[in-house]
């Protein structure tokens, strides 16, 4: 639609937005800033004597805590309130953090990493945007933050050597902790109180229905994907570091790969996924980055005598994994049922997690007993059976997500509102929320109009199209 028929935002819902998805940004800083230097650092540690599959460990255990906790994290926000929370979360994130700063063994340093995964306050966040934005405007929010993850993760790829230049990693993990602290402040004083917390199935996890979303096998195949994407990733950069010092690129110096990788990857990444949501071919550019991501992990395996060939495959795997990284929510929205979405995003980010500290492990491993060219197979391998997943899996249906707050007009008349809905030309599916008071829209992009929905919807004006 045009955005002069879109609902605006209130100052509040802005203001709420843009602070949690600053939020979110420093948590996700404080992961992914580590992610290029922590596997060279882990290795000089007293204990660790260079063993690779400690390494792994390391760099990986706070995915262990993060997959345990981000749910439960979520529920506790329900029953204790969504700050007080985050709050306790970015504590132990903090805690963690520091920890980490004055870790001077091994142990140490995998103790500090598991309380910095068990912070995981992402569900605890999404809830308190979805309490503090009304319906119609709830999408926009959401991919703020989106959009605010997936810059934070090039950006930290791109800083993190230059950084460690100046800190050292122990002065990236202090900063790292001085940021958290900072993030609570903005919650407590930028943030707006919520005037109510309720759920929102659009948005969060309900643990009575896990199980459909357990059974559905098209959303099965787009976890294991999420799962085998960021389980590539974590092994990836345990090896990769080490096998570009091996080849005279100091450790300060590792962004002369990354930032052309990253920026390239991202500028790739736009036009190709417009052209599959607009075009119907999300499928085609969704198995190409897929192919992509593989392309450049069997590459790598004879490309380790040169740098320029490598920053030219680490290049092809990042267009390939912002296209992934991009479009696995969105297809995960429009496979979902429209009061599961939450939940499913909730299994989602969960697996993504579990792929963490998988791929960490194995990754360490394989590098300790095959080298690099063991760690690049089993990464080309895991993509590949996922690859054969997902060339057999349906298209997603050209759908399009629609929330609508309930005018009292039809509160307990759903059934009528539903059939009236259910005659609009395009409509797939029509699901509401527990509490009656917002209806779900999953609709062909296609054939549908929103304004015949609104002239049905009393108090509706305007909707944000997903």
């Not at 504590?91 to 309380?115: H, K, Q």
């Not at 100046?166 to 004083?189: C, E, H, K, Q, R």
């Not at 059974?215 to 085998?228: E, P, V």
């Not at 030219?312 to 994994?321: A, H, L, Q």
């Amino acid at each position: 639609m045009a955005r002069s028929n879109r609902t605006q935002m209130f100052p509040e819902e802005w203001r709420a937005s843009t602070s949690l998805a600053g939020v979110y940004a420093l948590r996700m800083l404080g992961m992914f800033l580590v992610l290029p230097v922590l596997a060279l650092y882990t290795a000089s540690l007293e204990g660790v004597n260079g063993d690779k599959q400690m390494v792994g460990l390391a760099i990986g255990a706070y995915g262990l805590t993060q997959a345990l906790l981000q749910i439960p994290l979520g529920l506790a926000s329900d029953k204790f309130g969504r700050k007080k929370v985050i709050y306790f979360g970015l504590l132990v994130f903090a805690a963690g953090c520091f920890m980490a700063a004055f870790a001077e063994s091994w142990e140490m340093l995998v103790a500090a990493r598991i309380v910095q995964g068990a912070g995981a306050v992402s569900a605890a966040v999404t809830a308190l945007v979805a309490d503090l934005t009304r319906d119609e405007v709830r999408t926009r929010a959401m991919s703020m933050i989106g959009l605010t993850i997936g810059l934070t993760f090039s950006v930290s790829l791109v800083l993190s050597p230059i950084l460690t230049g100046w800190l050292d990693v122990p002065g990236l993990f202090a900063m790292m902790g001085i940021l958290t602290l900072i993030s609570i402040g903005v919650v407590a004083w930028i943030t707006p109180n919520p005037k109510e917390s309720r759920l929102h199935e659009d948005t969060q996890a309900l643990p009575s229905r896990l199980g459909e979303v357990l059974k559905d096998t098209q959303l099965l195949r787009l976890n294991f994907g999420i799962f085998a994407l960021h389980a590539a990733l974590m092994a990836l950069f345990t090896a990769l570091p080490f096998a570009l010092v091996d080849l005279g690129l100091t450790d300060n110096r590792h962004w002369k790969v990354y930032l052309p990788a990253t920026v390239i990857g991202l500028i790739a990444m736009v036009p190709l996924i417009i052209i599959g949501e607009t075009r119907n071919k999300l499928k085609q550019v969704f198995i190409g980055g897929i192919v992509c991501v593989i392309a450049a992990q069997i590459a790598l395996v004879f490309s380790l005598h040169s740098i320029a060939v490598i920053t030219v495959c680490m290049i092809i795997y990042f267009i390939g994994f912002n296209i992934l990284e991009a479009s696995l929510p969105s297809m995960v929205s429009k496979i979902a049922p429209s009061d599961l979405k939450g939940t499913a995003m909730g299994v989602y980010n969960t697996l993504q997690s579990v792929g963490l500290v998988v791929g960490s492990a194995c990754g360490g491993y394989l590098l300790k007993h095959y080298g690099f060219s063991g760690v690049f197979i089993f990464c080309s391998l895991l993509t590949l059976v996922w690859l054969l997943i997902a060339a057999t899996a349906p298209a997603p249906r050209p759908v399009k997500n629609m929330g609508f707050t309930v005018g009292e007009t039809w509160q307990g008349r759903e059934t009528e509102l539903y059939s009236a809905l259910k005659n609009l030309p395009a409509v797939e599916e029509i699901q509401f929320s527990q509490d009656h008071k917002t209806v779900y829209i999953k609709a062909l992009q296609k054939g549908f109009d929103p304004k015949a929905a609104e002239a049905i919807i009393s108090g509706v004006k305007n909707v944000i199209i997903e």
